[in-house]
């Protein structure tokens, strides 16, 4: 019974929002400045943690330059929801000319050569529109696609993998990604797939640090991992938004040899490059996001009470 009303309920969504898309992009954008009023004005959504995250990531900045962002990101947040809608209809033509990459010659030569390559890539308006990428890659034997999270809401989830596959890009769940890929490359089918690593770990998963947008941060590494495990192409790139509704994605740096690269490296080089990317563009980032939630300070407690829990354990086993 409740996977025939999940199945209801994303036909319901699908259909809406298929019907929504078919609006042109005019009439989209008019609805999204209405939204805008609404979630900024009236709801205020999430308004004290943007605060927070662009006082502290923009110390320099006065108050006068930290509002013109917040309102800048809020207006894209709500062309990001409208655009992710148009996906559900909007041709191959149209999403070529609005969603461009720029320095693929040589990821595309790499790709011939049968080398897999890892995109790292981040929450910048619009994540949804990369996967477009595959129309971009010569080499058609190449598997494209990206990491995602699945949502406990399976109508919503089975919506999202629709869409974003809509353009030839296959999504994988996060925790099977190493199996995914492994299985791909048994097969002889070089990848290129796209990780937005820039997420809050896990208190259990933290083992690195970075200091990012004056900031100490948690960081996620298990993308390193697999790119030095099977030694794929590491890829940076940063989103611009040209204007209202178009975007390019551009290449920043390729490392071709990864597998011996010391431990951190590529995650140090990630963040270096996204923080570039959002100093220049300080609007496209995800700021609702509680990307500081966990301290240094909550990170040593959380040690602490975790190593007192395994002593108690073992006293206990001690004496049985």
Not at 162 to 179: C, K, N, Q, Y
Request: glycine letters at 4%; a positive charge; one cysteine or more.
């Amino acid at each position: 019974m409740k996977k025939f009303f999940e199945a209801i309920l994303y036909y319901l969504l699908y259909g809406s929002c298929y019907l929504l898309s078919l609006v042109p992009f005019k009439g989209l954008y008019v609805l999204s400045d209405c939204l805008y009023y609404l979630i900024y004005y009236v709801a205020r959504y999430r308004r004290r943690v943007v605060r927070r995250n662009l006082t502290n990531s923009f110390p320099e900045k006065d108050i006068k330059e930290i509002r013109s962002i917040e309102k800048k990101f809020y207006s894209m947040l709500c062309d990001y929801f409208f655009e992710s809608i148009k996906m559900a209809s909007i041709s191959e033509k149209e999403i070529l000319r609005r969603m461009t990459f720029e320095g693929l010659e040589r990821v595309n030569e790499l790709a011939d050569e049968g080398r897999s390559g890892a995109f790292y890539l981040a929450h910048t308006f619009n994540w949804e529109w990369i996967t477009s990428f595959p129309m971009h890659i010569r080499n058609q034997e190449v598997v494209s696609g990206q990491i995602y999270h699945k949502l406990a809401n399976r109508a919503f989830d089975r919506l999202f993998l629709r869409l974003r596959g809509r353009f030839g890009a296959v999504s994988i769940r996060m925790p099977d990604t190493a199996r995914v890929m492994m299985s791909y490359r048994r097969e002889g089918k070089p990848t290129i797939i796209g990780f937005i690593a820039d997420q809050a770990p896990k208190m259990h998963m933290i083992d690195h640090w970075v200091e990012f947008l004056h900031q100490d941060t948690a960081v996620i590494t298990g993308t390193e991992r697999i790119v030095k495990k099977l030694n794929c192409v590491a890829v940076f790139c940063s989103v611009v938004n040209t204007k209202r509704g178009y975007y390019t994605c551009k290449v920043e740096r390729i490392i071709e040899e990864t597998k011996d690269i010391p431990d951190y490296e590529l995650t140090d080089t990630y963040y270096k490059y996204l923080e570039e990317s959002i100093r220049r563009n300080p609007s496209s980032w995800l700021w609702t996001h509680k990307r500081w939630k966990r301290t240094k300070a909550d990170f040593e407690r959380y040690q602490h009470d975790q190593e007192e829990a395994r002593r108690k354990r073992l006293e206990n086993a001690e004496k049985e």
